[in-house]
């Protein structure tokens, strides 16, 4: 995440965070095709922290490791097709060698360092407009009987399944919109205020100077693009002071996720969590949130 910078690679694919999918960089152009696996005819696509190396692509299908909860997100992302969201990835199953397979997705997935489109206000109201199509969607599929991550789920729950984890490597573009959501390891039930929180503390991003220039953003007004989430998402009043209450709740919980696959040992987020600079960069934008969050309640009003 703060690392090494991946290198720009045409295609998306639903993987563990940080992860090229339809990758972009700063330059905005394409990069090298994806490197030949031991396998006949995939691809590797790079990138990614947990699943790194183990996902690829064989013609229009992604094959990647599936986990515990596989079973209950394929059958969500199937109920979001039903219900008229094209917006994720369909699950096709999963291989007899234990790799869930879905649909491949075309269109540009930005990592670190942001280039400079996605970094512009139309595509955030569009990450926003889409957010609310999918949790519309996601309010007509029936959970019971399915298991999801704690991991980064909603401490609160909700009455509906949401992503949790919409941050720019999760999202793909074309012609600068948001069109589609990759990665649903995270999915749980949640609030939908508190999944578009999580978005708009990456994607405005509510991060103090250091921490956001790591990722390549440029100096914007930080404030008036949370009015933009709220605004394109169609929040009202109530809505809107929640919005920030949850963004205070989410700041102060800052790194917990990251520290404990650290103390399990991860060594991917061991590396990550020492190139950031361990805890000290969430307690930095703690600090920073303090100082500032009276200018977003203001702009948000």
Request: net charge neutral; aromatic share 8%; with cysteine.
């Amino acid at each position: 995440m703060f690392g090494n910078k991946p290198r720009p690679v045409r295609g998306v694919w639903l993987s563990h965070r940080r992860h090229p999918a339809a990758v972009t960089g700063a330059s905005g152009g394409p990069g090298p095709g994806p490197r030949q696996t031991g396998r006949v005819d995939e691809q590797e696509l790079t990138g990614g922290i947990a699943n790194a190396g183990g996902v690829t692509r064989l013609g229009r299908h992604v094959l990647r490791p599936s986990n515990p909860y596989s079973a209950s997100i394929h059958r969500f992302l199937s109920s979001l097709r039903a219900a008229g969201f094209e917006g994720a990835s369909l699950p096709v199953g999963v291989d007899a060698d234990g790799r869930e397979r879905l649909l491949f997705i075309e269109g540009d997935v930005p990592v670190p360092p942001y280039p400079r489109w996605a970094q512009l206000d139309p595509a955030l109201a569009s990450i926003a407009v889409l957010m609310r199509r999918f949790h519309e969607a996601s309010g007509s599929f029936d959970a019971t009987g399915s298991t999801w991550s704690a991991e980064l789920a909603d401490p609160k729950g909700g009455p509906i399944v949401v992503h949790n984890d919409v941050c720019l490597e999760n999202i793909v573009f074309r012609d600068g919109a948001a069109v589609g959501l990759l990665d649903f390891d995270f999915a749980a039930p949640g609030r939908p205020l508190y999944d578009l929180s999580q978005m708009a503390r990456m994607c405005v991003p509510i991060d103090d100077d250091i921490n956001a220039a790591r990722l390549g953003w440029e100096p914007v007004d930080r404030p008036a693009r949370l009015r933009l989430v709220a605004e394109a998402y169609g929040l009202d009043a109530a809505e809107r002071h929640a919005l920030i209450e949850v963004l205070s709740e989410s700041i102060e919980r800052g790194g917990e996720f990251v520290r404990r696959r650290v103390e399990a040992g991860d060594p991917s987020f061991v590396r990550m969590w020492n190139e950031m600079g361990g805890m000290e960069r969430f307690d930095r934008r703690r600090r920073w949130w303090l100082d500032h969050r009276h200018e977003f309640d203001n702009a948000v009003r």
